[in-house]
């Protein structure tokens, strides 16, 4: 047999069953030549109309051009640049987490409480901010509307109108430079740099109007201070101090160190998610799907299914994936809390899988050399073709399939013998290579098209032979 050399998989040397071109006369087309000076020109002024163009109906590209960012950052003007209370805050907190944890003793009732009170608060800014607030993927009872808004609160991430909006400035602007933490300003930048500094310039614009509607967001908009304070320090503090008497480890424990991995926990969702994992429905943007993200985010790291489905109640689809916020909807669903979860199509969801497997079977294919298509071949008649079968040039053409085939380079190697070939040169061999002799499979028919040096008038030996009998009118339906 005839296998492919690895010095260069792309080029014909190394396939050696490929024959070199037919000579035949070409004619000759004249084309009309334009000096390089006026393609330029001509260029130049297409892309200019198409930019002046493309900034008049782009928002994102026509709001950048009219609002200048803020100056840049150097060594002598940074400080003015820092969002001191929130930088303080999130500075602060690990350290004073560190503290406690070397101070403070024990007690495995405050190490419980502060994982239960670390996954209810985590839920508040999954299933409540980001799941109900941000993207309406449900709808929920008043009673769970003010539940999740109070245990939100002790999270310390904003009231939920002002986390919302800029969520949403997130999924409608994202990767660009009004996403208010886009990740292409580096994994820094939108892990906790956009919290550290001021932004650059003001997020893109975002309906939050039923935000602005909702009793219970303006409630707690309003007195946001006040339950961030309670939920995240003072409650922790007084329960594991009423109940077992820790109020050090409640303060500790249960409020600073949980804090600290609430926060970063969330984090992660803007930087780690848009950083690691694979992009299965879309990969125009940065978002990723890993379950290591996932295990870290209370379910959030399906994030490449969540950016291209966000109205999705769900982040992950199958049952082993980590997605406890989905299980919590569900959950408020089945005792009345919850209702109208809001789920995509599986034939839409199943089109972002499909796309992005023929994108990747397409990226893969431009690693293959093709055979050369009807256009790309000369057109010959079967007369034609039988004069050039019998010309002693070392060809050997065999006609299957309305190609032509030069098989000079394989007839060696063909498993059927030497003698089957050349019983079929000059002659239309289409039955015997499917079927009629042997079978072939994919890999022969694969082989076979790369042996193409022409296509012969009105596809082979029976279509010639009906159109010189006069018998027009019934085409084979194969060649029709």
């Not at 200019?48 to 002598?76: C, G, H, M």
């Amino acid at each position: 047999m005839v296998y492919i050399i690895d010095e260069d998989k792309t080029s014909s040397t190394s396939m050696p069953y490929v024959p070199t071109p037919l000579d035949l006369p070409t004619p000759v087309i004249e084309r009309k030549t334009t000096p390089i000076t006026e393609q330029m020109a001509s260029r130049f002024q297409a892309s200019k109309e198409e930019e002046e163009d493309f900034i008049k109906n782009n928002y994102v590209a026509r709001t950048l051009l009219n609002e200048p960012q803020l100056p840049p950052v150097t060594w002598s003007n940074w400080y003015k640049h820092v969002n001191w209370p929130q930088a303080t805050l999130l500075c602060l907190e690990p350290f004073v987490a560190l503290y406690g944890l070397f101070t403070t003793a024990f007690m495995w009732q405050t190490v419980v409480f502060t994982i239960i009170w670390y996954f209810l608060t985590g839920f508040g800014i999954t299933a409540g901010y980001h799941r109900l607030f941000a993207h309406r993927s449900y709808e929920a009872k008043t009673p769970l509307k003010y539940l999740l808004l109070v245990l939100a609160a002790g999270s310390v991430q904003g009231s939920a109108q002002w986390w919302a909006r800029g969520h949403r400035a997130h999924h409608r602007y994202t990767d660009t430079d009004l996403d208010p933490y886009s990740a292409h300003k580096g994994i820094f930048y939108s892990h906790i740099g956009w919290l550290i500094f001021k932004p650059r310039r003001k997020p893109g614009v975002a309906d939050i109007t039923d935000l602005s509607r909702d009793k219970t967001v303006q409630w707690q908009h309003h007195h946001y201070l006040t339950l961030a304070f309670f939920m995240a320090f003072v409650f922790p503090t007084l329960l594991c101090g009423l109940l077992w008497g820790d109020y050090r480890g409640g303060y500790f424990f249960a409020g600073v160190l949980r804090l600290v991995f609430v926060h970063h926990s969330t984090f992660c969702v803007n930087s780690l998610a848009h950083y690691l994992g694979d992009a299965p429905f879309d990969d125009r943007h940065t978002p990723r799907d890993h379950f290591i993200t996932a295990l870290v985010t209370l379910g959030e790291g399906y994030h490449n299914f969540h950016h291209e489905f966000p109205s999705d109640y769900r982040n992950a689809l199958k049952w082993f994936q980590y997605d406890p916020t989905k299980n919590l909807i569900q959950f408020f669903k089945r005792i009345g809390l919850a209702s109208n979860l809001k789920e995509f199509p599986q034939n839409e969801i199943q089109k972002g899988r499909y796309t992005m497997v023929r994108k990747a079977l397409n990226q893969f294919g431009r690693t293959i050399t093709w055979p050369k298509g009807d256009e790309e071949l000369p057109l010959i008649s079967y007369e034609e073709y039988q004069d050039l079968a019998k010309k002693d040039d070392g060809r050997v053409l065999v006609l299957i399939a309305g190609f032509i085939h030069d098989v000079s380079n394989f007839i060696d190697s063909h498993p059927g013998g030497r003698a089957l070939i050349r019983s079929y040169v000059g002659k239309d061999a289409t039955v015997a290579f499917y079927g009629g002799v042997h079978d072939h499979n994919t890999a022969a028919h694969n082989m076979l098209a790369m042996m193409r040096v022409a296509v012969c008038r009105y596809g082979g030996e029976v279509e010639h032979l009906k159109r010189r009998l006069g018998h027009i009118q019934t085409p084979t339906p194969i060649f029709a």
